[in-house]
């Protein structure tokens, strides 16, 4: 079968698509890319979606526009991966823009903005969608879904692989080891903390609004980084609290960057402080996955995708802070860094074609795992274009990779 997967993550900088054929046993599916495309959310949207997600009050008929311009968007992307609507079925997140973590007596929630109906009908394909709620219900963080994904997808190898994704949280998955006595191990995996949404709102902050990011981590890369202030920040409560964790925008957005800077600015230099600063967030992000890794069974490599990938300095202190790890991008496995995520919610839907559980309760603290998703068929019926050969097909893979 061959699926899209449409996934915006909490930067909300843009919707990643990719296109892949499904197919053999749902525990460990063969699997093909044939196709991928990324499109960034213009800078007005962009900067809605943001307010939203860290409580900014909107109107309720500005949500319903925001929801209808962001659905929109999911289209524009699914086309440009899939121009001739070969896929038979869609996967797509929704955009979230607030995810509460269950605490104690009360249950978590979690809302992924989008039109699922009206993605339906404009492509023509069943979506599905919604894949949180489920194990929300049953007592879960309902987030991070991926690590059932990588499992099924990438596999083991002979000691423990761990992949990191930086996007605008960073979260990590273990698996374990093929063989030896761990093989039956459960899979891990975790929310760590913030990778680029504290770094874009810092660079967006000192730009005066000109830049949304830091390429490269150039700037960061001109400044100190305050590694008493790291200290301090990793024995916060989030970074001490066992798995299974899920946090967002919420607890680390302008809010949180504003105490972090006042930390910053009480020990540099007011002309140094927007390199030291972002010098100082970038190791953050290094230093708590490094903390947690520490914390779990010591894996062999460190796989690395999501757009943090893209900045060298976060690479450099990746491989600085993980003493002994082999770190890596994953694209070196061939799956590129927009393509994992949105490649994930492709067999999360084809995982609820076929009624098979997509959630994890070693992952997401869940009474049980569960089938996730909702699905929504075209009004009337409609259905896309028959499958055949994909056209500009490429990068074959198979279940497990080296």
Known sequence: MRVLGLMSGTSADGVDAVLAELSGPPRRPRWQLLSSAAIAYPADLRHRLVALGQGTPLASAEILELAEALTEQQVLAARACDPHGQAELVGCHGQTVWHRPPAEGRRGASWQLLQGPLLAERLGSPVVFDFRSADLALGGQGAPLVPATDAALLGGIGGWRAILNLGGIANLTLLPPATGPDRHAPVLG?????????????????????????ADGAWARRGSIREELLGRWLEEPYFRQAPPKSTGRE?????????????????????HLAADALATLTAFTAAVVASDLNRQPRPLELLVAGGGCRNSFLMDQLRQRCRGLAVRPLQELGIGDTEREALAFALLAWWHHHRHPGSLPSVTGARRASVLGVRVEPPGGATGEASGEAKGGRRPHQASLP
């Open 190 to 214: 975790w929310d760590c903390g913030p990778a680029n949404t504290l770094l874009d709102l810092a660079v967006s902050r000192f730009s005066d609004g000109r830049l949304g990011f830091d």
């Open 251 to 271: 607890q680390f957005g302008g809010p949180d960057l504003d105490r972090r800077l006042q930390d910053l600015a009480s020990a540099t230099p007011e002309e």
